[in-house]
């Protein structure tokens, strides 16, 4: 084989063992953490923002794995968004509060635990979910015009477990509406 034939085999052995690196450090789909798992704009969930209220959106993720999950971080997108803040409620499933949805300050609304899972929630980055446990993502959408409806509709749990790293999307559209109602 000649000097440039050696040179380009190297070349295509480098770029072969390259993307075989690059594709086992790829976040995959699929993995133990497992929340809902609708089709994209299957799922739209809505809640009036009234006036000086801030609108929470709650989902289960359960390790469904036999080792641990821990949580990296959560990105999202949607339209009329000024920011989107994610939250991770360890405690909320195991009492039996896993909240849809609830707008905050709830006034006369009150029907549960909205003043628990606010004092509980935390930044989910490091959050470890156990074998078997599921914890609540809170999903808070700011609406960057408050007189029109704003809307998350893709949210991404980033996380590692057994050495791994895989995504969980998160494919409910939440949507907060101007006004009283959705």
Do not use: K
């Not at 609540?136 to 700011?142: D, G, Y």
């Amino acid at each position: 084989m000649s000097r440039a034939g050696v040179r380009a085999s190297a070349v295509a052995l480098g770029l072969v063992v390259a993307g075989a690196v690059l594709c086992a450090c790829a976040p995959a789909e699929g993995g133990p953490l497992t929340g809902p798992r609708p089709e994209a704009g299957d799922v739209h969930v809505c809640l009036p923002a009234g006036t000086d209220r801030q609108v929470y959106f709650g989902e289960p993720l359960t390790n469904t794995g036999d080792e641990p999950v821990e949580i990296t971080r959560i990105t999202g997108s949607g339209d009329n968004l000024d920011t989107v803040h994610y939250f991770v409620d360890v405690e909320g499933p195991a009492r039996g509060e896993l909240l849809g949805g609830f707008a905050w300050p709830a006034g006369d609304d009150l029907i549960g635990p909205e003043e628990q899972v606010l004092a509980r929630m935390a930044a989910p980055d490091g959050t470890v979910v156990e074998p078997g446990a599921t914890v609540s993502l809170i999903v808070q959408a700011v609406p960057e015009s408050p007189d029109e409806y704003a809307a998350v509709s893709s949210t991404v749990v980033h996380y590692r477990s057994g050495g791994d790293t895989y995504r969980e999307p998160v494919l409910v559209e939440y949507g907060v509406a101007p006004g009283a109602q959705c």
